[in-house]
C-alpha cells in the first residue's frame, strides 16, 4: 500500500501542536528500546550514549525530543539543543519507515531535514537504513 502524499488537515494539526509532547516522546523512546531487544534495530548504543534527538512532524506540529544512554533510549525532559534533529511530514516519515522511500531520496528532494551533528546523523541514517521495518507491528499492519 502506497502512503499518499497528503499532509494532516489544518484542524488536526492545530489539535496536535497543544497537546503536550511527552506522551508520544515516551512512546517513542519505548518504541526504539523494544526493537532494540528484539534485534530489529541494531543500534550500538556507544555510538549514541550521551546524545539527544529531536523528531519533528512538520505537519503536525509536533516535535519528539528523546536522548541516548547506556540503558537505551529515554525521552528526553530537558530543552536542551538536540544534537541531531529530523524533520519531516509525517506521510514521509511513515514512507522512510515502510521502505517506500530512503533517507536518501527524501533528503534530496528537501522533504527530510537534517540538522546538527553530520557524522550522528550518517551514523542514524545508516541505522534506519538497516532496520528491517516489515519485522515491526507497523510493517506487519501496513501490509495487510
Do not use: C, Y
Not at 546524545?51 to 525532559?77: M, P, S
Not at 536542551?80 to 522512510?96: E, G, I, K, N, V
Not at 538497516?130 to 501490509?143: K, Y
Amino acid at each position: 500500500m502506497r502512503i499518499p502524499d497528503l499532509a494532516l488537515p489544518s484542524a488536526a494539526a492545530a489539535l496536535l501542536s497543544r497537546l503536550p509532547a511527552a506522551p508520544p516522546a515516551w512512546l517513542l523512546a519505548a518504541s526504539l528500546n523494544q526493537l532494540a531487544r528484539r534485534g530489529v534495530l541494531p543500534a550500538d548504543m556507544a555510538l549514541l550514549t550521551g546524545r539527544r534527538f529531536a523528531i519533528r512532524v512538520l505537519d503536525a506540529g509536533l516535535t519528539l525530543r528523546f536522548r541516548a544512554d547506556e540503558q537505551g533510549f529515554r525521552r528526553d525532559q530537558e530543552n536542551h539543543a538536540p544534537d541531531l534533529q529530523l524533520s519531516a511530514t509525517l506521510a514521509d516519515f511513515a514512507r522512510m519507515m515502510l521502505r517506500e522511500e530512503d533517507p536518501d531520496t527524501l533528503f534530496f528532494h528537501r522533504k527530510l531535514l537534517i540538522e546538527g551533528d553530520t557524522e550522528l546523523g550518517l551514523i542514524v541514517k545508516n541505522l534506519l537504513d538497516s532496520v528491517d521495518w516489515s519485522a515491526t507491528p507497523l510493517g506487519r499492519f501496513m501490509a495487510v
